[in-house]
């Protein structure tokens, strides 16, 4: 009964969290182009604000989550003081007050996924449970607080930052009933992340992982100028958000029925091949409709990917240094590879136009499937080598 309740609350946690995050990532670009004027250079430097951050900020938080052991804490102050400072956005209208607000916003928003992330696959792993399971109301959030702030900001723009202060302050209360999964022991974090530096699998996931699973974090920002650029309303981005996140749900709940049966790699590989499939057809510049019938695609190219990610690296990782494995794993597989593809993706649709920025992503998903690839056959070699060795001890 205990850990049916501990689950729910956790469940509640990431709805809050990413409803949060729903509410004003994908129309905050809409909004600085339309409400403040800014310029695409602009948007890019803004919307990347987050993933630079995200690099510095979030092994920051992991090693004084680490250090203190107290991750419940940390979360607690950073989902109210990220959500403090969302409301900053309403009494501002020029780029370098606008780039303070956003600079604060991701310094304490940025601990919120990766220490929610460690406290959730540790409980997950021990009451054996499916992360999934848990992660994919988070994409419930998203979806639903797009879909409603998408029509309430054609009336009032600015309700996403309300929507995303309200949902981070219950957040900030979840997190006194959040299982209390204290971190192991591990004397010096930074020493402990040297050791992950030369793990060969480990460096090369994140590669794939920036290459192709970031264009997926970078079309949160991209994705409303797209639906705008096809001809959508503010009405019809939150449609397509909400097809595109919601379909993210299913796919995170068979994720483990799917990695059990194919693998974890094979996963990660089906997932950015459906994503290249996604980009290309979007360089195509299709019509509304088709862009509405083919959101659903997201949920192979997000909600595969990211149980699967997770799993691989407690996988590879040594034991002892899970939750610093996943603080990294996220500040430079997610965080650096995202602010990569917003900053050049903004600069590309200032040059040439939104479609462009889906060719970019084409690209880099191409080199990330090549990469996955190399690190499958370097797996099966491994375990051929296991296997023999087994068979023919010393």
């Not at 994720?255 to 459906?274: D, N, P, Q, V, Y």
């Not at 060719?359 to 099966?380: A, D, Q, Y």
Request: proline content about 4%; aromatic content about 16%; overall charge positive.
């Amino acid at each position: 009964m205990k850990t049916q309740k501990q689950l729910y609350i956790l469940q509640c946690f990431y709805f809050f969290a990413f409803f949060g995050s729903g509410s004003i990532a994908p129309l905050l670009s809409v909004y600085l182009n339309k409400s403040i004027g800014l310029s695409g250079f602009e948007i890019g430097i803004i919307m990347s604000i987050g993933p630079v951050v995200t690099i510095f900020f979030q092994p920051f938080w992991g090693i004084l989550s680490d250090k203190t052991n107290s991750p419940t804490a940390i979360l607690k102050l950073c989902a109210f003081f990220a959500g403090l400072c969302g409301l900053g956005y309403l009494f501002i209208d020029q780029f370098v007050w606008i780039f303070v607000i956003a600079t604060m916003i991701a310094v304490f928003q940025s601990a919120i996924v990766p220490i929610s992330d460690s406290i959730t696959i540790k409980y997950t792993s021990e009451h054996r449970l499916d992360y999934g399971n848990v992660r994919m109301y988070g994409a419930l959030g998203f979806g639903i607080a797009v879909f409603i702030m998408g029509r309430l900001s054609e009336v009032a723009p600015s309700i996403i930052f309300l929507s995303f202060f309200a949902a981070l302050l219950i957040c900030s209360f979840a997190t006194a009933m959040i299982p209390k999964e204290k971190a192991a022991a591990n004397g010096n974090p930074l020493k402990g992340a040297s050791k992950l530096f030369i793990h060969k699998k480990y460096m090369l996931f994140l590669i794939v992982t920036f290459m192709i699973f970031s264009p997926n974090l970078a079309n949160n920002t991209f994705f409303g100028l797209f639906v705008e650029g096809s001809g959508g309303t503010y009405t019809g981005i939150g449609i397509a958000f909400l097809i595109a996140v919601l379909s993210e749900v299913p796919f995170m709940k068979i994720a483990g029925a799917w990695i059990r049966k194919f693998g974890l790699l094979e996963i990660t590989l089906f997932s950015g091949i459906i994503s290249l499939v996604r980009w290309i057809f979007y360089f195509t510049e299709p019509n509304l409709t088709l862009i509405y019938a083919t959101a659903f695609l997201q949920g192979f190219g997000v909600g595969l990917f990211i149980p699967a990610g997770l799993q691989y690296i407690r996988k590879i990782a040594p034991a002892h240094l899970i939750a610093t494995s996943i603080t990294f794993y996220s500040a430079i597989g997610n965080g650096l590879g995202n602010w990569f593809n917003t900053f050049i993706g903004g600069i590309i649709f200032d040059h040439y136009s939104i479609f462009y920025v889906y060719l970019f992503f084409s690209l880099l998903t191409v080199i990330g499937l090549g990469l996955n690839v190399f690190l499958l056959r370097l797996e099966k070699q491994e375990a051929l080598i296991n296997s023999k060795l087994n068979e023919n001890p010393l």
